[in-house]
T-cell receptor, first 113, second 115 residues
Framework: DAGITQSPRYKITETGRQVTLMCHQTWSHSYMFWYRQDLGHGLRLIYY???????DKGEVPDGYVVSRSKTENFPLTLESATRSQTSVYFC????????????FGQGTRLTVV | KQEVTQIPAALSVPEGENLVLNCSFT??????LQWFRQDPGKGLTSLLL?????REQTSGRLNASLDKSSGRSTLYIAASQPGDSATYLCAVKADESNAGNMLTFGGGTRLMVKP
């Protein structure tokens, strides 16, 4: 199916563990984004990518690593999970043109215990 | 730094009522503004995209307006229905070529439409 999919939908992990959240899109959008959504903070940008092998930091990048070896995939890795990284994570994608809209995945709810 | 505010944070209305959701932003140098709907436990669904050169966009019972100079946008929902119950988010894209196409979001308005 065309669209943007995230996996897993739900994840519980322990403090200190490495965890990777996956994002896959089928539109060949050049831009991809990772946001986190927290009560009281709304959605905040973690990292984004303008194209394969091009990534840049957003507002809250500390503790996260991204890569983009293929246009359609944009995994987000928490190198050593902390409780403050408990959140709902959303992946999004868009065309490069400024006047286009962004499309979001269904989200991954991550709990760090 | 761009800040986006949505008021009210929550709204409860009876079915059939027309309603207005508000979004304000501090930096008027935006390229466009997007309204999203988010159902509980779900992702964001794009409702309307309004370019900075536009004043209005309409889709069905939804109408979004934009006053860029005053830093305001409104989402008008006509004849509200229980199925409209959701959180509505607005987001702005900066008018900078090196801004990375990223969006800055407001905190959302949680709408409940009672039958």
């Amino acid at each position: 199916d065309a669209g943007i999919t995230q996996s897993p939908r739900y994840k519980i992990t322990e403090t200190g563990r490495q965890v990777t959240l996956m994002c896959h899109q089928t539109w060949s959008h050049s831009y991809m984004f990772w946001y986190r959504q927290d009560l009281g903070h709304g959605l905040r940008l973690i990292y984004y990518s303008a194209a394969a092998d091009i990534t840049d930091k957003g507002e809250v990048p500390d503790g996260y690593v991204v890569s983009r070896s293929k246009t359609e995939n944009f995994p987000l890795t928490l190198e050593s999970a902390t409780r403050s990284q408990t959140s709902v994570y959303f992946c999004a994608s868009s065309w490069a043109e400024m006047n286009t809209e962004a499309f979001f995945g269904q989200g991954t709810r991550l709990t760090v215990v | 730094k761009q800040e986006v505010t949505q008021i009210p944070a929550a709204l409860s209305v009876p079915e059939g009522e027309n309603l207005v959701l508000n979004c304000s932003f501090t930096d008027s140098a935006i390229y466009n503004l997007q309204w999203f709907r988010q159902d509980p436990g779900k992702g964001l669904t794009s409702l309307l995209l309004i370019q900075s050169s536009q004043r209005e966009q309409t889709s069905g019972r939804l109408n979004a307006s934009l006053d860029k100079s005053s830093g305001r946008s409104t989402l008008y929902i006509a004849a509200s229905q229980p199925g409209d119950s959701a959180t509505y988010l607005c987001a702005v894209k900066a008018d900078e070529s090196n801004a990375g196409n990223m969006l800055t979001f407001g905190g959302g308005t949680r709408l409940m439409v009672k039958p």
